[in-house]
T-cell receptor, first 114, second 107 residues
Framework: EAGVAQSPRYKIIEKRQSVAFWCNPI?????LYWYQQILGQGPKLLIQFQNNGVVDDSQLPKDRFSAERLKGVDSTLKIQPAKLEDSAVYLC????????????FGAGTRLSVL | ELKVEQNPLFLSMQEGKNYTIYCNYS?????LYWYRQDPGKSLESLFVLLSNGAVKQEGRLMASLDTKARLSTLHITAAVHDLSATYFC???????FGAGTRLTVKP
């Protein structure tokens, strides 16, 4: 069974530039999550999708971050414009359904904002 | 606000020794997850603890859950170098992870 796929693996940009990350969840998983993991910390949830609808985006900085999950499968997370403090690993995870299911994580995208 | 607190945050152990990592949480969740993360890699699921009193073991790692005390433990028996990693506990009902325990096992 294929895991959660993310791209790119690494991205270096300058502040005020824009960047986008892509995630393809495990086939059949209805729920998709984007997390931000700052060095030395645990993952912090940014947004959760159930199929193609947003369940929770309360911690997403909406003035600069946006995410979509068209057709309830792939998802993209965008940052525009990027700030220095956005430097982190962005992890995508998926689970069969909401709440009580194991979340499977992708390898992540390491973003460096200079 | 929900808190998930792990301690210690850093742990350096000798091979062959035993130690316990603690995870306290402030919600009434009845399930708790443990993940492992190797440097530069993603998170790998280790244990899912589904009810009060649950105990799971895999190799040299054993996890337990006490929902009344809101406490989970990850016990390491006779540590080996391959166990060096960061271990996270998580309350996934609330999408909340602990800060992680960075374990280093030295010869």
């Amino acid at each position: 069974e294929a895991g959660v796929a993310q791209s790119p693996r690494y991205k270096i940009i300058e502040k005020r530039q824009s960047v986008a990350f892509w995630c393809n969840p495990i086939s059949g998983h209805a729920t998709l999550y984007w997390y931000q993991q700052i060095l030395g910390q645990g993952p912090k949830l940014l947004i959760q999708f159930q199929n193609n609808g947003v369940v929770d985006d309360s911690q997403l900085p909406k003035d600069r971050f946006s995410a979509e999950r068209l057709k309830g499968v792939d998802s993209t997370l965008k940052i525009q414009p990027a700030k220095l403090e956005d430097s982190a690993v962005y992890l995508c995870a998926s689970s069969l359904d909401r709440g009580k299911n194991i979340q499977y994580f992708g390898a992540g995208t390491r973003l460096s904002v200079l | 606000e929900l808190k998930v607190e792990q301690n210690p945050l850093f742990l350096s152990m000798q091979e062959g020794k035993n130690y316990t990592i603690y995870c306290n949480y402030s919600t009434t969740s009845d399930r708790l997850y443990w993940y492992r993360q190797d440097p530069g890699k993603s998170l790998e699921s280790l244990f899912v603890l589904l009810s009060n009193g649950a105990v799971k073991q895999e190799g040299r790692l054993m996890a337990s859950l006490d929902t009344k005390a809101r406490l989970s433990t990850l016990h390491i028996t006779a540590a080996v170098h391959d166990l060096s990693a960061t271990y996270f506990c998580a309350v996934l009902n609330d999408m909340r992870f602990g800060a992680g325990t960075r374990l280093t096992v030295k010869p």
